[in-house]
């Protein structure tokens, strides 16, 4: 069901109608001056005549009735200076934009709002943080508002879907907005002003709108779209082919490995601009990035956030680990090659974990950790392994700690009611969660310390993970955490990601530059 239009049924203060008909104009009446402060109106004839056609085009209710000779009254009420209404809410955006939520936007926002309005097919790259959903959620209020849009799809990963209704209807008070379910998509394009699609339901969704005529109506978002860089697979094929006036992607993390993600991103952006002089053309593919591509970063466009320190904690093995380690290697040698990856991954978990007794890396976090509660500071602590996880919460219970685990084992409902408790709950110290999930999509800013066991191949993925308590919120000085095994595949990684990340100073914070110079 869409997230807004079942109104309280103790709704009052009733202040505006419009009343429609067949015979004559439509008529206003109860228009108010608090209405007028708190709202910006477009109720023109002009404007008032093309709801009442599209009213009529999408209710068969109400196109009988005025076809009957009669005439159907429209009525708004406010709540807490709220206008609320029950019938035909998917349009009232059409009619109405609420402003009180303007005066909370920070300026560089404004600016990305206008920007992306005046870009019709583009790339919102932002520091993870700085509000990318809130921007492009206001720039979609303005085209409803005064282009009239139709619709707006939101394509996303599975644990942003929630996250994104959550925020259409903090942020856009006239708005409806429901996930989309296979074979409801007839009834939602009468019921809703945004489609929430998963990534997985991509497939299935683009097959039904085929049979609808939205193209010029319709602005499509793809988040987190670095997730779209596999060029060979079926979701960036998809993006790639789905033609709509208003096409807009958003990632803190344009690019994860190297400069074949860009070509992927700009190909799902606007395939004819990708002619083979451009993909072999490094000067012309930075070029035509940076053209396209809005960026801003925490320390510039956000210069209130407190402080971020970074620490890095070198451990040696223990006895324990540098036999399993040593053994592990040479199996390692003797795997054919198409094996040996899953042999890298047990040196990750070696690194970390030991089979009798806590660790070196453990014992050290552990310390930190106990440092933080006594200051009476909170942390999260990730892993790329679920092993490891459960081992130090098990490990920090019996240190007195208060903590909540989270993994890819949980239910979504379970995984956040844990996660709502860490938020709300003084006494739960820590948030013990997978890498994989707590990296995307979460404020954690009750948190200001971040705890890293091991990390992720791409360093992007670890900095979407600190930026969990470095953004909007945070008030504490924050403290990031990362716990390296001398001597093991930890430094190896260490290595990679100072590689990668170069590479994406070259491309991505080249933008800033030019933007703030």
């Known amino acids: 069901m869409p997230t807004k239009g079942n109104v309280r049924s103790h709704m009052v203060n009733e202040k505006l109608s419009i009343t429609f008909s067949a015979q004559k104009s439509p008529v206003i009446d109860g228009l108010t001056d608090e209405i007028c402060e708190n709202y910006e109106t477009d109720l023109t004839l002009d404007n008032l005549q093309l709801i009442q056609t599209l009213i009529a085009s999408s209710d068969i209710g109400f196109r009988k009735t005025l076809e009957n000779g009669n005439e159907v009254k429209w009525n708004f009420s406010t709540l807490d200076a709220q206008l609320r209404t029950r019938r035909f809410a998917r ?44 921007q492009v959620i206001k720039a979609c209020e303005y085209e409803i508002f005064e282009n009239k849009k139709q619709l707006v799809i939101i394509f996303c990963p599975n644990a942003l879907s929630s996250n994104w209704l959550t925020e259409i209807n903090k942020w856009f008070s006239l708005a409806l907005a429901s996930k989309y379910t296979s074979g409801e998509l007839p009834r939602l394009l009468n019921q809703v002003n945004f489609v929430i699609v998963t990534y997985p ?153 030991q089979k009798n007794g806590l660790s070196p890396k453990f014992l050290k ?74 990296s995307e999509g979460l404020t954690l800013t009750e948190a200001n310390n971040v705890f890293f066991l091991n990390e992720a191949w ?22 990031i955490h990362v716990f390296r095994t001398k001597q093991s595949i930890d430094i190896n990684l260490e290595e990679i990601l100072l590689r990668k990340g170069q590479l994406e100073n070259e491309y991505v914070d080249l933008l800033v530059s030019d933007i703030f110079q």
């Open 201 to 353: 339901q991509m497939s299935n969704f683009l097959s039904e709108f085929a049979n609808f005529n939205y193209e010029n109506e319709t602005i499509a978002v793809f988040d987190e779209a670095h997730k779209l860089r596999n060029d060979g697979a079926q979701i960036s094929r998809l993006s790639k082919y789905f033609e709509t006036s208003m096409k807009w992607l958003l990632t803190g993390t344009p690019l994860e490995r190297d400069q074949k993600d860009i070509t992927t991103i700009l190909n799902i952006l606007d395939p004819g601009t990708q002619v083979s002089k451009l993909k072999h053309d490094d000067f012309l593919m930075k070029s035509r990035f940076q053209n396209l591509t809005l960026r801003r970063t925490k320390d510039i466009a956000l210069k209130e956030l407190p402080p971020v320190t970074k620490y890095v904690h070198y451990v040696e093995m223990s006895g324990t680990q540098q036999e399993n380690y040593k053994a592990l290697l040479q199996e390692y040698k003797n795997k054919p090659k198409t094996e040996q990856i899953g042999i890298l991954t047990k040196l990750m978990m070696i690194a970390s974990d």
């Open 91 to 134: 349009f009232a955006a059409k009619l109405f934009r609420d402003r009180q939520r303007d005066y909370k936007l920070y300026e560089y926002q404004k600016d990305g709002i206008a920007w992306l309005r005046s870009n019709p097919k583009c790339i919102l790259a932002d520091d993870m943080g700085l509000g990318k959903t809130l």
């Open 458 to 479: 791409n360093p992007s993925m670890n900095r979407q993970a600190e930026d969990r308590v470095n953004r909007i919120g945070q008030h504490k000085d924050v403290e």
């Open 365 to 438: 976090a552990l310390k930190i950790l106990d440092e933080k509660i006594k200051l009476g500071e909170k942390s999260i602590v990730f892993s790329r392994f679920n092993i490891i996880l459960e081992k130090f919460a098990t490990a920090s219970t019996n240190m007195g700690v208060s903590s909540v685990i989270v993994n890819g084992n949980l239910s979504k409902e379970d995984r956040d009611l844990r996660i709502k408790r860490f938020q709300s709950d003084p006494s739960c110290h820590a948030l013990i969660i997978n890498l994989a999930i707590g």
